[in-house]
């Protein structure tokens, strides 16, 4: 059964850190170019960034540009979103999915920066 | 970078009405458009992919079309149950979203 399962998130002072993490099983991780995604309460979908299969590739979204860092490790089957300097607007449900839409959504896991 | 655009930003129909949801890439983005559905509080389910086709399980009263820059979500006949937000996405490589369509019952 195909799975990604994402964890990492919390609640973080502004201008502090975390890191998430996606969990994939089920699949051959090493054969997909992966994407975050997140959605803050009550606003749409926003693409946050993207690592291509073998990692040579990498784009960001110009909101969390500089702030974060994406990556994976393909013998643990896992991706990777290093989240720096926080803002309040990074608040949101962060999703990790491929970029052929093959695998499907995980439950999310929840960013919550506020002091 | 590619920019996608919606329109309109919420409508309201009727039950039984068909009901069109516009897309439109700032470059052309070949058939790489997916739509999805999503209902408050639940994770976004995929419509249609590669512009026209319909994900498995989906009613076939969704359809898709387009290709390049402009493409369109069409319900042929609304239902109670299809009352959600619309967002357009395109894929393959970086993922861009549209900023949704919210539907609701007249």
């Known amino acids: 059964e195909v799975q990604l399962v994402e964890s990492g998130g919390g609640l973080v002072q502004p201008g502090g850190s975390l890191r998430l993490s996606c969990a994939a099983s089920g699949f051959t991780f090493s054969s997909y170019s992966m994407n975050w995604v997140r959605q803050a309460p009550g606003k749409g979908l926003e693409w946050v960034s993207y690592?291509?299969?073998?990692?040579?590739?990498?784009y960001y979204a110009d909101s969390v540009k500089g702030r974060f860092t994406i990556s994976r490790d393909n013998a643990k089957n896992s991706l990777y979103l290093q989240m720096n300097s926080l803002r309040a607007e990074d608040t949101a449900v962060y999703y990790c999915?491929?970029?052929?839409?093959?695998?499907?959504w995980g439950q999310g896991t929840l960013v919550t920066v506020s002091s | 970078d590619i920019q996608m655009t919606q329109s309109p930003s919420s409508l309201s129909a009727s039950v039984g009405d068909r009901v069109t949801i516009t897309c439109r890439a700032s470059?052309?983005?070949?058939?790489?458009l997916a739509w999805y559905q999503q209902k408050p509080g639940k994770v976004p389910k995929l419509l249609i992919y590669?512009?026209?086709t319909l994900q498995s399980g989906v009613p076939s009263r969704f359809s898709g079309s387009g290709s390049g820059t402009d493409f369109t979500l069409t319900i042929s006949s609304l239902q109670p149950e299809d009352v959600a937000t619309y967002y357009c996405q395109k894929y393959n490589s970086a993922l861009t979203f549209g900023p949704g369509t919210k539907v609701d019952i007249k």
């Open positions: 470059q052309g983005i070949s058939n790489y």
């Open positions: 999915l491929d970029s052929d839409l093959e695998l499907g």
């Open positions: 690592i291509s299969s073998s990692s040579s590739t990498i």
């Open positions: 590669a512009a026209s």
